[in-house]
C-alpha cells in the first residue's frame, strides 16, 4: 500500500497534470506581479476554527516549501528517516460568514483547509509527506479537511476544484480576470453535499465503502475509487467486465483516437491482439501498446495506463482514461467523446465521478485525475489575474 505521498521536486508536476492544471502553458508573458491577492471566504456555516496552509513549490527556484500570509516563501528544512515534524505552516482562516486575504506567491502546489484541527505533515528525506488518509493510521485520518491545487506563474492563473483523491470539504475557487469578470468553478447544487453521499451509500456494488466517518460517526470523506481498490474497500475486479467488453470489440473493430482538438488530422488507431491493444499512426506503424488494464489502472490512469509527458503515448493513455471511467469505447470508437450525455451509462462505470458530476452546479469537477479530457474538469484560468478566490461553501 501506498501510505507517504512525498512533495518532491516531481509534485508540481505530477500534481498539475493529475488535476489537468497545466503549469507551462504557452503563450505570451503578462505582467503577473510576484504576488496575487488570495480572498479565502468562510460560508460553511460551521462554527469550527479553520486553517490555512499554501504549500508546493517555488517556481523560481525551484524549491519545496510553504508561503506565510504575506506569500512569503519559506523553503523546508531538512527532513529524517523516520520522518520528522514540518514547521507550522498555518493559516489562521476565516471564522464562519467572514473572509481573509493571503498572499499567492507564484506556486505550483496546494492550498489546504481543515475545520478544527490543524493538519499534521512531517517531513522526510526526500521531501513533504502530505496526507494519506486512505492509511487508517495516518494521523490525519479524523480530521476535516479538503485542498485545491494551483499554478501561478508568468503566464497566469490556474486554479481548480479537485476531487480526483476525495470528495470531503464543499468549497468553489474563482478568479478576477484582468478585464474585469469573474470566473468560478466548483460549487455544489443546493442539497448537493447529502445527495452525493445518499447517492454513494446507494449504489451497489461496494461503492459505500469509500465512505469515512470519523469515531462519532460524523462524515469526512469519500475516498476516490483508486484509493478504494488500494485498500480493498471497493472490489479490484469492479471494472473488470467493461475492460472484458471493449476488449471483445475492438477484436474486431478500430478504435481511433483524435488527442489533440486543435490537430485534428493527428490520429490513432487501436486494435486489440490478445492481451495488448497496439495504437498505429497514419503510416500503421505501431507507435505505442497497452496490456489490458485493470481497475486500479482505470481509476488512477497509471500503472497500465501510464500517461508520460510526451506526444504520443500520455495523449492516447490520457484519452483512453477518459474513456474507460465515462464508459464510452463502447458507445463510441472515435474518443475522446465530446457529448458527456453519454458519459457514465453504463453499469459498470466510475459511480464516483459520475455522482460528484451530477451534483456540481455547472457539472464541471475533477472526478478522475484526467477528466479535463474534453474540458469537463472544474478549473479557471486567467493570464492576467487580479484576485484568486476559495469559497468554503454551506455542507447542506
Not at 491545487?149 to 480576470?177: C, K, R
Not at 489490458?292 to 500503472?303: L, Q
Not at 474513456?323 to 457514465?344: E, H, I
Amino acid at each position: 500500500m501506498r501510505i507517504n505521498r512525498k512533495l518532491t521536486a516531481a509534485l508540481a508536476a505530477a500534481a498539475t497534470v493529475a488535476a489537468g492544471l497545466i503549469a507551462t502553458m504557452a503563450g505570451p508573458a503578462n505582467a503577473v506581479p510576484p504576488t496575487i491577492p488570495l480572498k479565502i471566504t468562510n460560508s460553511s456555516g460551521r462554527g469550527d476554527p479553520v486553517y490555512i496552509y499554501n504549500l508546493g513549490t517555488n517556481l523560481t527556484t525551484g524549491q519545496q516549501g510553504w508561503a506565510d500570509a504575506s506569500g512569503t516563501f519559506h523553503a523546508w528544512p531538512a527532513g529524517g528517516n523516520p520522518p520528522t515534524p514540518a514547521p507550522d505552516a498555518s493559516i489562521a482562516g476565516p471564522g464562519n460568514g467572514g473572509s481573509i486575504t493571503i498572499q499567492m506567491p507564484k506556486f505550483s502546489g496546494r492550498v489546504y483547509f481543515s475545520y478544527g484541527q490543524k493538519l499534521v505533515f512531517k517531513l522526510t528525506t526526500g521531501g513533504l509527506v502530505q496526507p494519506a488518509v486512505q492509511n487508517p493510521s495516518d494521523p490525519n485520518r479524523n480530521i476535516l479537511f479538503s485542498w485545491t491545487e494551483y499554478t501561478l506563474n508568468d503566464s497566469g492563473l490556474w486554479i481548480n476544484s479537485t476531487q480526483v483523491d476525495m470528495f470531503s470539504v464543499p468549497y468553489a475557487v474563482g478568479v478576477l480576470q484582468g478585464n474585469g469578470n469573474t470566473l468560478s468553478t466548483g460549487h455544489l447544487k443546493p442539497g448537493g453535499y447529502n445527495n452525493f453521499f445518499n447517492a454513494l451509500r446507494g449504489q451497489p456494488g461496494g461503492w459505500a465503502n469509500l465512505i469515512q466517518t470519523a469515531p462519532d460517526g460524523r462524515v469526512l470523506r469519500a475516498l476516490a475509487p483508486t484509493y478504494g481498490v488500494e485498500i480493498g474497500a471497493l472490489p479490484a475486479t469492479v471494472m473488470d467486465d467493461y475492460v472484458n467488453r471493449v476488449w471483445s470489440k475492438y477484436s474486431s473493430q478500430t478504435l481511433t483516437v483524435t488527442p489533440f482538438g486543435d490537430q485534428p488530422n493527428t490520429k490513432y488507431f487501436g486494435r486489440v491482439s490478445g492481451n495488448v491493444m497496439n495504437f498505429t499512426n497514419s503510416a500503421g506503424q505501431v507507435v505505442t501498446s497497452f496490456q489490458k488494464p485493470n481497475s486500479a489502472s482505470i481509476f488512477g490512469c497509471a500503472g497500465l495506463l501510464d500517461a508520460p509527458n510526451d506526444l504520443v503515448r500520455g495523449p492516447i493513455s490520457r484519452t483512453l482514461c477518459a474513456g474507460y471511467n465515462r464508459s464510452t469505447l463502447l458507445t463510441n470508437p472515435n474518443q475522446p467523446d465530446a457529448n458527456d450525455s453519454g458519459f457514465y451509462l453504463d453499469n459498470v462505470t466510475n459511480h464516483y465521478s459520475r455522482k460528484i458530476h451530477a451534483q456540481m452546479a455547472d457539472g464541471k469537477a475533477y472526478g478522475f485525475a484526467f477528466d479535463d479530457v474534453g474540458n469537463h474538469e472544474a478549473l479557471v484560468h486567467d493570464g492576467n489575474p487580479q484576485t484568486a478566490y476559495i469559497t468554503l461553501d454551506p455542507f447542506n
